[in-house]
Structures are given as structure tokens and as C-alpha cells.
């Protein structure tokens, strides 16, 4: 399984966003690393919870951001992530009653949901972003 690689085609063009975003790459990264070396499951749960909390602070940023400049899609882009976070928050509970084990397609289906997001959703908002003069 493949590390996720940060490159130019995931960037939106705006600093703080993709900042943002890479540290999201980093942090998914870190549990791959994790999972390879056979870290116990409570080390990748920890790591998990990180990652999702950080997911939410995100955003919360973007979704401040595209309020504050009045983005037309930003109804629906918040529903978006509200998805992400649900999804996220069943599987947390689910991992901490022991439902659930952390494995390799949880950690594909969280790459694959960044990378179809960021790709997606959040360049559709680029051009609205830096009209309004966020660099
Ligand atoms: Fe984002
Ligand atoms: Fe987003």
C-alpha cells in the first residue's frame, strides 16, 4: 500500500488551505507508518482521533472562510464534511467498544476521501477564494 504523496495537483492555490491539507497528509502518513509496524490498536485509535479532530478544525476554517466571503456552494460544501464527520465519529465509537478493528481500508478509505475531496469540493472554491482576495 502506497504512501500518500503530496504533490501539485491536490493544491488549491490558497497557503493556508494547503498548508492544511498537507499536515492532514502528514498525519495520514504517520498512521500508515504506524500500521505497518504493527502498532498496537490502541496507538492507531490514538493516532485516528488525532487526525479526525484536526480533519474538523480544517474544517471549521474553510467553512468560516467561504461564510465570511459569501460562497454560493457553501450549504452544500458544509454537508460534505458534516458526511466525513459522521462517518468518522461512528467509526471512532465503533473502534472504542471494540467493534471494529483499525485496518488497512480504513486508512484507504480515508486517503481516498482527502484526495476526492481536496481534488473535488475544495478547488471548486479557488477561484471564489482569491476573487475575494484570500491568498
Ligand atoms: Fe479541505
Ligand atoms: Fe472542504
Redesign the pocket.
Known amino acids: 500500500m502506497a504512501r500518500f504523496t503530496w504533490s501539485e495537483k491536490y493544491s488549491v492555490g490558497i497557503a493556508s488551505i494547503d498548508a492544511q491539507h498537507k499536515k492532514l497528509v502528514e498525519m495520514l502518513n504517520r498512521m500508515h507508518e504506524a500500521m505497518k509496524v504493527e502498532k498496537g490498536d490502541e496507538a492507531l485509535t490514538t493516532i485516528l482521533e488525532e487526525a479526525i479532530k484536526y480533519a474538523q478544525e480544517?474544517?471549521s476554517y474553510?467553512?468560516e472562510l467561504l461564510l465570511q466571503t459569501k460562497y454560493p456552494e457553501f450549504e452544500e460544501?458544509k454537508k460534505?464534511?458534516a458526511a466525513f464527520s459522521q462517518k468518522a465519529s461512528i467509526l471512532m465509537e465503533q473502534l472504542k467498544e471494540g467493534k471494529q478493528i483499525l485496518t488497512i481500508g480504513t486508512w484507504q478509505f480515508l486517503k481516498s476521501w482527502l484526495e476526492e475531496?481536496?481534488q473535488g469540493?475544495?478547488k471548486k472554491?479557488s477561484a471564489h477564494l482569491k476573487d475575494k482576495g484570500i491568498v
Do not use: A, P, S
Open positions: 480544517h474544517f474553510e467553512e460544501h460534505f464534511h475531496h481536496v469540493e475544495d472554491y
